[in-house]
């Protein structure tokens, strides 16, 4: 869980429960699993704001025809959220670690599968993906060569991370 | 009345006894479900029963709750097979006043025009019927599954009296005298060579070779037997007094 993730969702809202009822050509059936477009809810991402733009892409709600009403699990949206973030970690050191096989280093496997999982390093981890975001372009998470110096830190950030929690 | 008479056919009126429709009981059922039904909110939701997915429905679910609101002394809807649903599934159909309909749960209402389930058949027509008979007793057989070596005899035995199984009788392997079954109880069918009419009844053929093979059952050997010899008068056959 963190808390940085958690105020992101707070502004969610969802969707209004009205679905279009189809009857298919033989008449055997009748769809209404899709909101009408005019009331669906989709949040719209901060310009500019990576996380805001992962958040609203995990977005997820839940109709129970119980109930009768939408309902958005911010937990398991933010947990969604994390999982993306702690792969995409991952993924950098394989990309930016400066060594013939990265899978191989121990940042990257206990990156790939010691990272703790409480709030206080989850919002660490959060800061530091923010800070790699800022200096990669949009081929995927490879830093620009213009920023080595930030490939190193970030790096060196992580390995700080692992000595502490390891 | 003696033990191999037919006692529907003679209650039959003349036009029936003339024609020799074929009888099922799921004409009788399907007479029992509505003709129409306008579905509004309530009536969607009590369709679609407490399941806890989705909203969509399909006339599965549709004839599965009607089938469970409908009160029926002859015989239980729970058992019903898959393949009399869909035959009853066929008769039925959804149709909206207009393209725009909506289900509201703000308003716990549909909008935007009428829904309705419409009986398009009342009967089911003699070309359905004629593939059911006989289906649910043929399934029965061919699952039939683990035999002990006495069953062997017993197959033997229900192959003799059917006629026309030669290849079954001549092998050994249990697989082969059940497929050779399964195919010859299929042609008797197909050809309705015992000129069965009623659905329930041909089924019926098969449970009892099922319980025969399968248990050594003598009441459903009997029961077999009888409908056999009764097939004998040429008649068609719409009942028989079974022994329990």
């Known amino acids: 869980m963190s808390s940085i993730l958690l105020k992101y969702t707070e502004d969610f809202k969802v969707s209004r429960p009205i679905f279009p009822l189809r009857i298919n050509e033989a008449g055997t059936s009748i769809g209404a699993s899709r909101v009408a477009p005019q009331f669906m809810y989709r949040p719209q991402p901060i310009e500019g704001d990576v996380l805001s733009a992962l958040i609203c892409k995990s977005y997820e709600e839940h109709f129970s025809h119980v109930t009768g009403v939408f309902k958005v699990d911010r937990d398991t949206v933010v947990n969604k959220v994390m999982s993306i973030i702690r792969n995409e970690i991952c993924t950098f050191l394989d990309k930016n670690l400066p060594m013939r096989s990265p899978k191989q280093s121990k940042l990257y496997r206990w990156a790939y599968r010691n990272m703790p999982k409480h709030k206080d390093f989850n919002d660490g981890l959060i800061h530091l993906y923010t800070y790699i975001r800022k200096y990669t372009g949009s081929n995927g998470l490879r830093i620009l060569p213009e920023y080595k110096d930030h490939q190193d830190n970030a790096i060196a950030l992580l390995d700080a991370m692992r000595k502490k929690y390891e | ?244």
């Open chain 2, 1 to 244: 009345m003696g033990v191999f008479d037919d006692k529907k056919f003679e209650e039959l009126d003349w036009i029936s006894q003339a024609t020799e429709p074929i009888d099922s009981e799921l004409n009788e059922l399907l007479e029992k479900l509505p003709d129409e039904l306008a579905i509004d909110f309530n009536t969607y939701m009590k369709l679609i029963g407490d399941r806890t997915y989705g909203i969509d429905m399909s006339l599965d679910t549709v004839i599965h709750s009607l089938l469970q609101q409908t009160p029926s002394n002859e015989f239980d809807v729970d058992k019903l097979s898959y393949n009399h649903r869909d035959q009853l599934k066929k008769c039925f159909k959804f149709e909206a006043s207009t393209n725009n309909l909506t289900i509201n749960f703000e308003t716990r209402s549909i909008d935007g025009g009428e829904l309705k389930l419409i009986k398009t058949a009342t009967t089911l027509d003699e070309d359905t019927l004629k593939n059911m008979l006989g289906y649910e007793g043929i399934c029965k057989v061919s699952h039939i599954g683990y035999l002990e070596s006495s069953a062997l005899g017993r197959i033997n035995e229900i192959m003799e009296l059917l006629g026309d199984c030669q290849t079954g009788l001549r092998t050994r392997s249990y697989r082969r005298k059940r497929h050779e079954l399964v195919g010859r109880m299929q042609k008797l069918f197909k050809n309705n060579e015992w000129n069965i009419k009623d659905t329930g009844l041909a089924d019926k053929v098969g449970f009892w070779i099922h319980d025969y093979i399968k248990e050594g059952n003598l009441a459903a050997l009997s029961n077999f037997c009888r409908i056999k010899v009764m097939t004998h008068k040429g008649q068609p056959i719409y009942s028989m007094e079974e022994v329990e």
